[in-house]
């Protein structure tokens, strides 16, 4: 049986189509995906996301155990409610998970991390953590709400009490900070996001979260569904963990390059196998397409191209574009012309550069 979260049944009296993701009863969308999405990026819309998996850690050696955890590098944390986009790695380099992660203090680090990953995700954190003594607490007692779109900010700081609302209005991009709401609730506000548009995600305990989704509503703030959100972040080129990336796929073979950290002397997990990659050359390589000819883009469908097949990842129609786009993995080299094998017919195909969509707007 599915888990639900706490807005689970505020989301059906709304009116939400329901399914099964990564074994949690959510939303998918509450009428229109199209016009949810719409909604996102040109004003204000909000999630349920409670179903992520909240993780503190705690100890005096948290920041060398992280260092061993995470490919991206935490030194890069220094200032108190900092936030990092990682991935943490198997041995052999493939991505267990992408995650966030927060430096709340030099003994007190918060991890968000995927919901279908979780039993995963804490056995391999906990059997890292226990070299370092770092305790491992699972907080599932806390609920998730993201507010996203360009009037974002307006709506949240409605939700803020007074004395926490230059707090708030001064947050920079991935940054969090503890407030409180407008009825004395515990808040925990990072300038976080899934969808390429300015906004929040607001971490609260599970009693305060229906009221809170409320009082949104009641401020204009519509709902929108896991749909909705899997075309924004589409657009906005960011990775579906288990689409775009698994542990068979090293973040050099994701486009994930960036988010590595090979600064000196860190020995973190899977760093051996990513700098033999690295030398030999790396293999395959994830682009950007987006669809010359009518149709859509889906996952498994086989790419074609001069350096040999490769295939969809995540591909959707785009809203915001009214086009169709995809991630796709090819082989390494010249692609040449690019086709797609749709129910037998090859269509043309083109690769772009992604993000797709920018602050809103078509990049191309």
């Known amino acids: 049986m599915s888990q639900q979260t ?33 909604q996102v990026r040109r004003d204000v819309g909000m999630f349920d996301v409670s179903h992520m998996t909240v993780i503190d850690l705690h100890g005096a050696r948290t920041r060398d155990f992280l260092r061993r955890l995470l490919a991206n590098s935490v030194d890069k944390l220094k200032v108190q409610g900092k936030a990092l986009y990682s991935c943490m790695l198997n041995e ?7 995650l966030i992660v927060y ?40 609920a998730l709400i993201a507010v996203q779109g360009p009037n974002a900010r307006a709506a949240v700081l409605a939700q803020v009490a007074e004395s926490d609302r230059a707090a708030i209005e001064a947050l920079g991009k991935f940054v969090a900070v503890d407030a409180k709401g407008t009825q004395g609730e515990a808040l925990f506000v ?37 749909g909705a959100r899997d075309t924004l972040r589409l657009e906005a ?23 590595i950290g090979f600064d000196e002397g860190r020995d973190f997990i899977g760093r051996a196998a990513l700098e033999a990659q690295k030398a030999a ?33 995540s591909g959707t129609f785009a809203p915001t574009l009214g086009k169709s786009i995809a991630f796709a993995r090819i082989p390494a080299g010249e692609a040449g012309e690019v086709g797609v094998d749709i129910r037998g017919r090859i269509v043309s195909a083109r690769i772009v550069k992604f993000p797709f969509v920018r602050d809103g707007k078509a990049v191309e």
Not at 191 to 204: A, C, N, Q, S
Not at 237 to 243: E, F, K, P, S
């Open 6 to 38: 706490v807005l689970n049944a505020t989301h059906r009296a709304a009116g939400a189509r329901m399914v099964d993701f990564g074994g949690w009863d959510m939303p998918i969308h509450y009428g229109s995906q199209v016009d949810e999405h719409h």
């Open 92 to 98: 052999q380099g493939g991505v267990i998970d992408d």
């Open 103 to 142: 430096f709340l203090g030099e003994d007190f680090f918060r991890i968000v991390s995927n919901a279908s990953t979780r039993d995963k995700d804490m056995a391999w954190i906990e059997r890292v953590a226990a070299d370092f003594g770092v305790r491992v607490v699972e907080r599932p007692e806390l």
């Open 190 to 226: 990072a300038r976080t996001g899934y969808t390429g548009e300015d906004g929040f995600e607001i971490v609260l305990p599970q009693e305060h979260a229906v009221a809170l989704w409320n009082r949104l509503t009641e401020a204009g703030v519509k709902p929108a569904g896991l």
């Open 237 to 259: 080129g960011m990775n579906l963990y288990g689409q775009d990336m698994d542990e068979t796929v090293s973040p050099l073979e994701a486009a994930l390059g960036w988010t």
């Open 281 to 313: 050359g790396v293999p395959r390589r994830m682009v950007g397409l987006l669809l010359e000819d009518k149709g859509i883009l889906r996952h498994g469908q086989r790419v074609v191209t001069a350096a040999g097949d490769g295939e969809i990842l």
